[in-house]
């Protein structure tokens, strides 16, 4: 898929909960909107998209979405963009993972999908350490 980025940190030692709320406050403090399902044994997803900016570039049902899977010696972050899930917090985060959360962009979405995900990959990788 064009733009889709996995990351994946092996003996980091990794604080899941931690990365994740750091992701959180990261992208909040760009000015996206951002939604978390709840935790489980299977990971995390979170969801951003940024107001009548992210409605203009692609179509406003999409985010930019993340998952956080794994261990915290082999955590496993991946970043792309998915359908806006109205009720993330509530779905079932198995069904989320085993799902295609992302979808293809055309190359209209790629430039902006490409910026925004190399901003938040380098801001991970400084959180990681």
């Not at 978390?36 to 409605?55: E, M, N, R």
Request: glycine residues 8%; negative net charge.
């Amino acid at each position: 898929m064009i733009g889709e980025k996995t990351l994946q940190f092996q003996g980091k030692h990794v604080d899941l909960a931690s990365l994740q709320s750091k992701i959180e406050e990261y992208l909040k403090s760009d000015g996206f909107t951002v939604q978390t399902s709840t935790p489980s044994d299977h990971g995390i997803v979170l969801q951003a998209k940024k107001g009548k900016f992210l409605a203009h570039v692609i179509d406003a049902d999409r985010a930019l979405t993340i998952t956080v899977s794994g261990s915290s010696d082999d955590c496993v972050v991946r970043v792309g963009i998915g359908k806006w899930l109205q009720h993330l917090a509530t779905a079932a985060i198995e069904t989320l993972l085993l799902s295609d959360l992302f979808l293809l962009v055309d190359v209209g979405e790629t430039a902006w999908n490409l910026e925004i995900e190399d901003k938040l990959v380098k801001q991970i990788h400084t959180f990681v350490g």
